[in-house]
Structure formats: C-alpha cells, structure tokens
C-alpha cells in the first residue's frame, strides 16, 4: 500500500500518476480522494475512470486532509496491493435492493473476518440510511466500514461519487479492501433539551416534534441556550452549534445535522426516522477536541493483527466550520506519530468498528488505522 498527494486535479496530471500503476502488477485498485474546489471536467474524469484497466473508487468531497493538515485542492491517491472488490450502486432508489438480494454475495464468503469496507455515498442522497440498513443486514459485523458522504460545501445536487462507471449523482460505491483495519468513533456533542419525539418527516426533512412544526420546537430550544433569536437570515451560522442526536445502543448518540429551515421543516444530513426520540445537542471547541482524542485512543486500543500503515481520518465539513482556526488542533491531538495521515471533510461519516452497529453520522470524527 502507497499513498500520493497530487496538488492540482488537472487530468493530464492525474493520468501521470495513474498510467504507472496501472503497469504495476502488484497493484490491485485505487481510492481517489478529490476536492471539490479543484474537480476537472466531469466528462473528462468519466472517460478516465472507465477506461482506466484497474478499478477506481472514492469520492469528491469538500476539502481534504493529507498530512495532518485540511486542504481545499488536489486528490489523493491510495494505491492498494491487497485484493480488492467494487460495488457500485448507480442509483440508490432503485438498486438497494440489489444488496438484500445478494448482489455482493460473491464478496460475501471470499474474505477475512477484519476486511475493511470502503462505503462513499451521495451526501445529499435521501437514501443514504437505507444504503446503511442494507448493508448491515447483509454484512452485520462481518467487516469494518470507513466512509462517509461525497459532495459539495453547499450541498448542492451534482455527480460526487468517484466508480469505475464515472463521477456518480444519488450513488454509491462500495470498496472490499482485504486489509485489517481498527475504527474508532466519536463527536463529543452532549444534550441540552429534553427528548422531542420525531412525529413526521419527508425524506430527510423533520416536519414535525412532537406534533409541531419542528423549527418552532427547534427554534426555542437553541434561542433559549444561545440568547439570541435564530433566524432564516443566521439559522447556518448558529445551528452548527446545535445539531440533533438520536438516542443509540452504543455509547454516544448518533448526530444529526440540521442544515436549512423551510416552511417549518428542518432539512438535516441523513435520514431521521419518524417514531424515534432526539434531543438538541451542544458542544464547545473543548469537547470537540476531547472527543477527537478519544476516537483515535478507541481505534489504537482495539487488538492489532499487523503494524498499521496509514491513518485515514474521516470528519464531518461542519464540524471544521464550527471549530473554524482551532481545526488544526483537532488534527494534531488526532495525528499518531510516524504514521502518514490522510482523509477527507465529509457530508456525513460513515463507521463501523466490527463491535457495534453500522451507521451514518454527521459532525463526527471516524479515526481508521488500516
């Protein structure tokens, strides 16, 4: 396994990269990670990943992390010598049921019990908890999943998900590494409201807590804590301080981002389903750093079956807005010495250490040591 930074996407520079690997016999697939700032062509990129000999998988996501530090250009490239398989699902609507039905059935009986399951997804996708559920179903606690959302800052609708069938919009593609890896999990955002109940939704909109409109109950909760009104004018500067949480068997809630109010519904990143209980969270710039910590502890503290070659961090582009300068530090207190560091900012994580249940969470930190 080897790694590359390549600081600008232009095509003719990614194909420099590519064109060695793809003469190296031992070399079994790539995962492209790229910055959505820098993105080329998307009908250019298509051609490349579909005629490319070896299989390239990943995502276009809005910023990167390579070396402990965020960066808004370029892509990363992980050359993987370990077998590999792809799943594609083009388009999630009608293909999920392609995986309760055994489309990834070969993969199923053909790898080790710690194999890695590379998931990258459609951020903005509706249908990104049924993608989760799928899976889980078929796989349970077969794998470890590292993943998360593609897409852009201003989760806008465009093609993000990086196949050997092109630049994907609503897709998703799955990538069986047969690497060990350790996953450790963790966003340090804690309850300040009591549990509203979810009484209906539409998608990933909230329409209504408790039988209310949900941004009349959401709105009184966060001008209560922050003192100040929330508006449609300020409501994406003040609501990265105040995301939902669900309540969860393991031992934080799954965190729910919401991103814009309208007509009284709160569009969030991810699905929430309707019946289920949350609560408003907060958190403060120490919390977050103390909860990055502890998720790259939880990843160095699960058995090891070999030295680890990477770190692939996965964290959510609101959590960097919310921390804004003081990001850097939660890289630092993440970084583990002599271990070369990379990821990506997401919309939406994806984790699953083997131990507790698949999910999709947003504002979080997902540590890999693969």
Known sequence: MRFEYLDNAELSRI???????YADPQIQGVMMLMASDTAPNINALDKLLIDAPKPIFGGIFPALIWQAEMINKGVIFIFFD??????????????LENIEHGFLAPVHSSTDYR???????????????????????QFGLEFNYIGGGCGHADFRRAPCVITPQGVLESAAVVGLVHSSSR????????????AFKVTGIDGNSIVTLDWQPAF???????????QQPLTAQNFSQLAKAYPFGIANLGDEMVVRDPVREQDGRLLCVGAIRQGAYVHVLHGDPQSLLAAARRANEKARALPRERESQCQILVDCVSRALFLGPRFAEELAVIQTPGLPMLGALTIGEIANSGQDYLEFFNKTAVVGLL
Do not use: R
Request: charged content about 10%.
């Open 15 to 21: 194909e420099d990269i590519l064109w060695p690997v």
């Open 82 to 95: 370990c077998p590999l398989d792809i799943m594609v699902l083009p388009d999630l609507k009608t293909n």
């Open 115 to 137: 194999a890695t399951m590379f998931t990258f997804v459609d951020g903005v996708s509706e249908y990104t908890g049924a993608l989760i559920s799928s899976l889980f179903n």
């Open 183 to 194: 996953v450790g999990v963790a966003h340090g955002w804690t309850p300040i409201s009591p």
């Open 216 to 226: 009349t109950v959401y709105q009184q909760v966060v001008e209560a804590h922050a």
